[in-house]
């Protein structure tokens, strides 16, 4: 899908360099500039570099008016915020200052909150996450062709009788499949249950 960046204000995502450490990257297109929050703020030279230039590609490959963006130059630089003092919260930091960001409030974190707002962050992500009730537990797909279902009898998890280690006896058994005793992988502590690989 192309999108044409010129009717929206920001484009926002979390860049994660190094393997480890994640900063909040706000395009302004209006403004033609790319902001970089770093609750560190210790982003590499070589790194915004980096993020300019991937700017330029994607925008070229990716964006509709593309060119026209590529006719730029775009200062990549930072606005106020807080500071993690911590080595271990970037990511906390990073999403409150993307919701403070389109709040329109100013990134700040207080560091004693930090494992309050950890929390507050789950229960916003769990609470907004898709229903995967259809998803089987082992594979995340849905139905596939002939497939047969069976659910766990102690929770709501349900799988793909081929995904997991159930062997079903008669045809009987399996025209009545909802009565079998299973007990899936998710509430089973038996280390021999084995579930077949993902596929
Ligand atoms: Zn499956
Ligand atoms: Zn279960």
Redesign the pocket.
């Known amino acids: 899908m192309q999108v044409d960046v010129s009717q929206y204000n920001a484009l926002i995502g979390a860049y994660c360099f190094e393997k480890k450490h994640w900063i909040l990257v706000i395009v302004e297109p209006l403004q033609r500039r790319i902001l970089y929050i770093d609750p560190a703020m210790n982003t590499p030279q070589k790194v915004l570099d980096r993020i300019r230039k991937q700017w330029n590609q994607y925008s070229i490959h990716q964006l509709n008016g593309g060119y026209w963006l590529q006719k730029f130059t775009w200062e990549v630089t930072s606005i106020p915020h807080s500071f993690q003092e911590d080595n271990s919260s970037c990511g906390v930091y990073v999403m409150k200052f993307a919701q403070q960001y389109l709040d329109g409030s100013s990134l700040s974190l207080d560091a004693n909150s930090v494992s309050d707002t950890r929390i507050e962050m789950a229960k916003m992500i769990l609470s907004n996450s898709d229903d995967i009730s259809e998803y089987c537990r082992t594979c995340s797909s849905k139905a596939r062709k002939k497939c047969i279902w069976i659910g766990?009898d102690?929770?709501s998890?349900w799988y793909h009788l081929d995904c997991v280690n159930r062997k079903i006896k008669s045809k009987l058994e399996a025209a009545n499949i909802q009565s079998v005793d299973f007990?899936?992988p998710?509430?089973s502590k038996d280390s021999f249950y084995v579930v077949k690989e993902k596929y």
């Open positions: 766990c102690n929770c998890s007990v899936g998710c509430c």
